[in-house]
Each structure stands twice: as C-alpha cells, then as structure tokens.
C-alpha cells in the first residue's frame, strides 16, 4: 500500500472508532438508569429489563438490514439516520411514563439508532479497503473505541445523574450522539477513495451469498457462540449495577464497574485483533469464551467486596466484547468483505437474541428470587458451551506473508 493509502486507511479506522466511542458508551451506560427510572416513576424494573432486553433484540435486528443497505448505497445515510433516532430516543426517554412508551424510546429508537452506527457497518466499510491480514487488527482497533465509550461516557453519565439528576444525564447523552453526524461525513469520504477487492467477491449476488452462508456450518456454529456472548454482555451491562447495589455498594461502584470493564476491553479488543495476525481466530474464541467461565466461578466465590466488583470488571473485561475482530475476522476468511456487513450484521442479530434473554431473564430472576445466583449458574454453562461450539469451524490456515 502506498502512503496516502495508508493515511486513507487509519483515518478511516480511527473515524470508525469514534463513531464506535459515542454509540456504544450511550448505549452501554443505559444500565445505569434503571435505578433512577424505577424509583421516579411508576415503572417496574422487570418492565424496565423488557424495555432494555427488546433494545437489545432490536440493535441486532437492525444490523444486518443497516449493513445491507450500506453494503449497496454506502454508510453516511445509515449513520446520520442511526444519529437522528437514538437523539430522539433519549430526548424523549424522560417524558414518558408507561412500559410500552419506555419500549418505544429506548428499547427501539436509541437500540435502532445504535445498531445503524455499530460494527457491522462500520468494521464493513473500513474491512473492503484493507488486504486480509490487516483486518483482524482493524477490528480490533475499532472495537477498542467503543470500549473506551463506556470507560469514558459510563462514569461521566453517573457523575451528571449525582450532580443534577437522571433527566440532564438523558439530555446529555442525547446530545452527544449527533457528534457522530461529521465523523460519518469524514468515513464516507475516506471509504470512497480506495477499496481493496477480489474478483470471486464481484460476481456473487447478495442473495446468493446469504444462501451460502446460512448452509455452511461454521457460519451456524459462529451464531451459536455468539449468542452466548450477547447474553453474557447484555446481563451484565443491564444488571451489573442493580447487583452492586444487592451487594450493599453505591451507585460510584456501578459506573466505575462498567467503566473499568470499558477500558480493559480496549486492551482485550487490541490484543485479539492482534492475535488474529498470528493464530486462527476460532481458538482465540475458544479461549475467550472458556475463560468467563471460570471468571464467573471465581467471582461467585469471592467476597463481594468493592475490590471484587473492580477485580472482576477488569478480568471480564478484557474479554467483554474482544469476540468481535475474531468473529468479524471468521466470516470475512469463509465469505470475503463485499457483503460483510450483512453476514457479519447476521451474527450480530444472533448476538443480540442472547442479549434479550440476558437482559430480560436477569430482571425476571431477581423480581422472583430476590438476586442472580442462577443468571450467573447460566452464564457458566453458556460460556462452556459457546468454548466447544466454535471448536469444530472449519477456518483456513493463517498463511503469514
């Protein structure tokens, strides 16, 4: 690659990655809300885990209908729109005062909103100008930046709810969202210069590709495993800080809990799209999904002291969502980048189904047994399960150049 390919290429991981920073550090501090809408309203926090848990059915259903229409007309309209409903939804978000209006504002305008300016369209665009053995870390490196959202926007967001109340905090939030609006005009300038392609990923037809896709049994076994992953990430982010406080700890652990699992996962997320260069992607996923295993374990065990919640925020972050460059990685190796946002979008959309039940299952056992113990009983078999799963997929051999 010349020089100014190679200036054309970061400007569009880091735009990527920032991007990446306010859709996800909104979207992830929404648990951090919970509390404050249960107890100023006459909304319940199982209507409130509905709300989050359809948030995150619907992040995922949007993707791969966002990374279609990417993949075809580009992503500047996909991001701007993604822009304008999560705005939307949170503005509106502390007007309302029912289960179906919260499902409305959070649980589909900001959830739809943040799925048009996430991974799927965003490692989508950058991945078509990039050679295969450089996609791995590109992932990674822009996976990174929607962790360091949640270090950034999770303890900032709690800081704003404890100085002027959970509204401003809301207006806030709402407002940052439309920064993404002139970094989606820089990626889409950047995206149109030079795009790497291969002459098999011309012909075939988007439908044809899908057919392709959903016959092979590594793309199905990558879907089983991530769905695990959703419901690993949505239980925590939506219940990790109603957990803190069934511990006896402030709201300041919560924010700090979620920020740290932000900011070990921006080393997570290096280091796997780092480990992609070198090894095949599906035993980084086997490890990844083994080791929460016995993270969950050795949490259960513990005291649950503060020092316990940071300890386990940043062991579990670190491999919080560093299952995207990995499985990004997996499915351009088995179909190539034309219609990567779609097929990657598809993965996601299996991500997210986990994340309802994690996100809505965590509310209904806690409504009905007072605590977690069997979400985390959950977690544990899941996480095994999702180690073994990913086992058999048939990925090529990394040929190093």
């Given at each position: 690659m010349t020089d100014q390919q190679n200036k054309t290429v970061w400007l569009l991981i880091i735009t990527s990655s920032l991007i990446l920073a306010i859709t996800m550090g909104v979207r992830?501090?929404?648990g951090l809300f919970v509390a404050p809408i249960n107890s100023s309203t006459t909304i319940d926090i199982v209507s409130i885990s509905l709300a989050l848990a359809i948030g995150q059915l619907i992040w995922g259903a949007v993707q791969p209908i966002f990374g279609a229409v990417a993949d075809k007309k580009g992503s500047f309209g996909v991001?701007?729109?993604?822009?304008?409903l999560m705005f939307f939804g949170l503005v509106l978000t502390p007007f309302i005062s029912s289960e179906f209006s919260l499902i409305l504002t959070l649980g589909l305008l900001v959830a739809a909103g943040a799925g048009a300016g996430s991974f799927s369209i965003l490692i989508g665009a950058t991945a078509k100008n990039l050679p295969n053995?450089?996609?791995s870390f590109a992932g990674g490196f822009i996976n990174a930046g929607g962790s360091f959202g949640q270090f950034v926007f999770a303890p900032l967001a709690q800081a704003i709810i404890n100085g002027f109340g959970w509204i401003y905090s809301m207006l806030a939030l709402a407002f940052s969202t439309l920064l993404t609006i002139p970094l989606a005009r820089i990626l889409t300038n950047q995206e149109k210069k030079e795009q790497v392609k291969t002459v098999?990923?011309?012909?075939?037809k988007l439908k044809n590709?899908?057919?392709i896709a959903l016959k092979d049994k590594s793309y199905i076994y990558l879907h089983l495993g991530f769905f695990t992953c959703g419901f690993h990430v949505a239980f925590l982010v939506t219940h990790l800080p109603y957990e803190?406080?069934?511990c006896g700890h402030s709201a300041n652990v919560s924010a700090y809990s979620l920020a740290l699992i932000g900011l070990f996962n921006i080393?997570?997320?290096l280091y796997a799209g780092y480990l992609g260069t070198k090894y095949r992607m599906k035993y980084i996923l086997v490890w990844i999904y083994m080791s929460r295993a016995l993270m969950i374990i050795i949490y259960l065990l513990s005291p649950k002291t503060e020092l316990t919640f940071y300890i386990f925020s940043i062991a579990i972050g670190f491999t919080w969502l560093a299952t995207v460059p990995p499985t990004a990685g997996i499915v351009g190796k088995l179909f190539g980048t034309k219609y990567l946002a779609t097929l990657f979008g598809l993965t996601l959309l299996s991500h997210q189904i986990g994340g309802f039940f994690g996100a809505y299952l965590g509310g209904l056992f806690v409504n009905n047994y007072g605590d977690f113990t069997f979400m985390w009983y959950l977690d544990i078999i899941l996480a095994i399960f999702a180690g073994i799963i990913n086992i058999p997929i048939k990925e090529k051999k990394l040929v190093k150049v």
């Amino acid at each position: 690659m010349t020089d100014q390919q190679n200036k054309t290429v970061w400007l569009l991981i880091i735009t990527s990655s920032l991007i990446l920073a306010i859709t996800m550090g909104v979207r992830q501090s929404l648990g951090l809300f919970v509390a404050p809408i249960n107890s100023s309203t006459t909304i319940d926090i199982v209507s409130i885990s509905l709300a989050l848990a359809i948030g995150q059915l619907i992040w995922g259903a949007v993707q791969p209908i966002f990374g279609a229409v990417a993949d075809k007309k580009g992503s500047f309209g996909v991001l701007v729109f993604g822009a304008l409903l999560m705005f939307f939804g949170l503005v509106l978000t502390p007007f309302i005062s029912s289960e179906f209006s919260l499902i409305l504002t959070l649980g589909l305008l900001v959830a739809a909103g943040a799925g048009a300016g996430s991974f799927s369209i965003l490692i989508g665009a950058t991945a078509k100008n990039l050679p295969n053995e450089k996609r791995s870390f590109a992932g990674g490196f822009i996976n990174a930046g929607g962790s360091f959202g949640q270090f950034v926007f999770a303890p900032l967001a709690q800081a704003i709810i404890n100085g002027f109340g959970w509204i401003y905090s809301m207006l806030a939030l709402a407002f940052s969202t439309l920064l993404t609006i002139p970094l989606a005009r820089i990626l889409t300038n950047q995206e149109k210069k030079e795009q790497v392609k291969t002459v098999q990923e011309d012909d075939i037809k988007l439908k044809n590709q899908l057919i392709i896709a959903l016959k092979d049994k590594s793309y199905i076994y990558l879907h089983l495993g991530f769905f695990t992953c959703g419901f690993h990430v949505a239980f925590l982010v939506t219940h990790l800080p109603y957990e803190v406080a069934l511990c006896g700890h402030s709201a300041n652990v919560s924010a700090y809990s979620l920020a740290l699992i932000g900011l070990f996962n921006i080393f997570g997320s290096l280091y796997a799209g780092y480990l992609g260069t070198k090894y095949r992607m599906k035993y980084i996923l086997v490890w990844i999904y083994m080791s929460r295993a016995l993270m969950i374990i050795i949490y259960l065990l513990s005291p649950k002291t503060e020092l316990t919640f940071y300890i386990f925020s940043i062991a579990i972050g670190f491999t919080w969502l560093a299952t995207v460059p990995p499985t990004a990685g997996i499915v351009g190796k088995l179909f190539g980048t034309k219609y990567l946002a779609t097929l990657f979008g598809l993965t996601l959309l299996s991500h997210q189904i986990g994340g309802f039940f994690g996100a809505y299952l965590g509310g209904l056992f806690v409504n009905n047994y007072g605590d977690f113990t069997f979400m985390w009983y959950l977690d544990i078999i899941l996480a095994i399960f999702a180690g073994i799963i990913n086992i058999p997929i048939k990925e090529k051999k990394l040929v190093k150049v």
